[in-house]
T-cell receptor, first 116, second 108 residues
Framework: GAVVSQHPSRVICKSGTSVKIECRSL??????MFWYRQFPKQSLMLMAT?????????EQGVEKDKFLINHASLTLSTLTVTSAHPEDSSFYIC????????????FGPGTRLTVL | LAKTTQPISMDSYEGQEVNITCSHN???????ITWYQQFPSQGPRFIIQ???TKVTNEVASLFIPADRKSSTLSLPRVSLSDTAVYYC?????????FGKGTRLHILP
């Protein structure tokens, strides 16, 4: 149980375009989803926390107008990287939890974004 | 949010037991301790979670002393496929902050 999927697994786009990444909890209802970014040889950096039906909470330094997050249902959250630039190239990972105090975050497999 | 400190890297040999200790001196009363494993270009995989004393599952054990200011992940009889980065995280179901993790390298 506790499976989280991401789509696409890999995307290459031109500078200036927008890219949408989907995160789905397949076998549980995720009241809370998290988006992380990871650069090579570095740890995961939390970008934002989203609760179903409400606006996402962004970490300091993360541009909310650039990284649009929508958590429209209990099984789906999307991250849209708007007007992507080469410096946005990274590994994006989502996680989901049911929001309980002791609940574990389950992570998706990640999406490799390359902006040319 | 509790900050965690782990060794940056560790080496071990196949078949050995590996213990990775994490310090979390300012852990809060409601915080749980969770360990994840991450392979390159993959999302972290849940290993084990505990609050106090000892927890064991099919892949690992987690030892937590009474003061909860540290925890030790124990991997029995490691194999080459256990080469990965291991993260110790402390939190209570809300956002968690990843530390640098421990890069475990298993040698034949």
């Amino acid at each position: 149980g506790a499976v989280v999927s991401q789509h696409p697994s890999r995307v290459i786009c031109k500078s200036g375009t927008s890219v949408k990444i989907e995160c789905r909890s397949l076998d549980f209802q995720a009241t809370t989803m998290f988006w992380y970014r990871q650069f090579p040889k570095q740890s995961l950096m939390l970008m934002a926390t989203s609760n179903e039906g409400s606006k996402a909470t962004y970490e300091q330094g993360v541009e909310k107008d650039k990284f649009l997050i929508n958590h429209a249902s209990l099984t789906l959250s999307t991250l849209t990287v708007t007007s992507a630039h080469p410096e946005d190239s990274s590994f994006y990972i989502c996680s989901a939890s049911s929001g309980q105090l002791t609940d574990t975050q389950y992570f998706g497999p990640g999406t490799r974004l390359t902006v040319l | 949010l509790a900050k965690t400190t782990q060794p940056i890297s560790m080496d071990s040999y196949e078949g050995q037991e590996v213990n990775i200790t994490c310090s979390h001196n300012n852990i809060a009363t409601n915080d749980y301790i969770t360990w994840y494993q991450q392979f390159p270009s993959q999302g972290p995989r849940f290993i084990i979670q505990g609050y106090k004393t000892k927890v064991t599952n099919e892949v690992a054990s987690l030892f937590i002393p009474a003061d909860r200011k540290s925890s030790t992940l124990s991997l029995p009889r490691v194999s080459l496929s256990d080469t990965a980065v291991y993260y110790c995280l402390v939190g209570g179901g809300d956002k968690i902050i990843f530390g640098k993790g421990t890069r475990l390298h298993i040698l034949p």
